[in-house]
């Protein structure tokens, strides 16, 4: 498919396959030990939303606002996690029960020892803030993910050719639907596997090994994700 194709096709359709980001929580108890686990979470999470970009920073600000329940609150507070999109915004939010330790932002020096865990929120995050409630407060802050909106996917090129292929493919495979409707990343998945199915048959045909094909477009992939980290 050229370029120009793509184009004309990305064009006329937008963004076909919305990415379906539900939200999620996660109780826990605030200890210096469940942090790893925590980052480990969040990683998962974001890398199956399709936001690897967002990944380190999302780590950072839910180790510090879980270490600031550890620090004001105590060890071992029952706390909850919170991910969800606001918008294009990844949001985080961590509540405990204590609604007397209210978090503050103060300027840390180079020698102090505290104070730098929301100083790090506020230097990465778009906003942070604290809800209080009646039997708890809230720190949430939001991290700007450089997606068109909540349901939309980051990407290049390849992404977008890929985009405009399927498409296509799901056009002529439902020609009654309307080319504007938006489509499930689930039904895009199973576009997706039959027309490699597809092309490893034309490989075949042509007298190509489709192994061999599948070995470098592997090696192919794997390249690309390191460019984009």
Do not use: Y
Not at 75 to 100: F, H, K, Q, W
Not at 106 to 130: N, P, Q
């Amino acid at each position: 498919m050229t370029a120009a194709l793509v184009g004309v096709v990305m064009e006329m359709d937008g963004c076909r396959f919305s990415v379906v980001r539900k939200a999620w929580d996660l109780p826990f108890l605030a200890e210096a030990g469940e942090l790893a686990g925590l980052r480990r979470v969040m990683r998962l999470h974001l890398e199956l939303w399709g936001l690897p970009g967002v990944v380190h920073s999302a780590q950072i600000c839910v180790t510090e606002l879980a270490a600031n329940v550890i620090r004001h609150v105590g060890p071992g507070t029952p706390t909850c996690l919170a991910v969800a999109m606001s918008g294009s915004n990844l949001r985080i939010e961590v509540s405990d029960p204590d609604t007397r330790a209210l978090p503050t932002h103060v300027e840390a020096t180079d020698m102090s020892e505290t104070g730098r865990g929301l100083a790090l929120v506020d230097g990465i995050a778009e906003r942070w803030g604290v809800i209080l409630r009646g039997d708890s407060k809230v720190t949430w802050c939001e991290l700007a993910t450089g997606l068109p909106s909540s349901v939309g996917h980051a990407g290049g090129p390849r992404v977008a050719k890929a985009e405009a292929v399927l498409g296509l493919v799901q056009l002529r495979a439902e020609p009654e639907s309307s080319a504007r409707s938006r489509l499930s990343v689930a039904t895009a998945e199973i576009a997706a596997i039959d027309l490699i199915a597809d092309l490893l048959h034309w490989l075949r045909a042509h007298g190509c090994d489709p192994d061999a094909a599948l070995d470098r477009a592997q090696t192919q992939f794997e390249a690309g994700l390191g460019e984009v980290g």
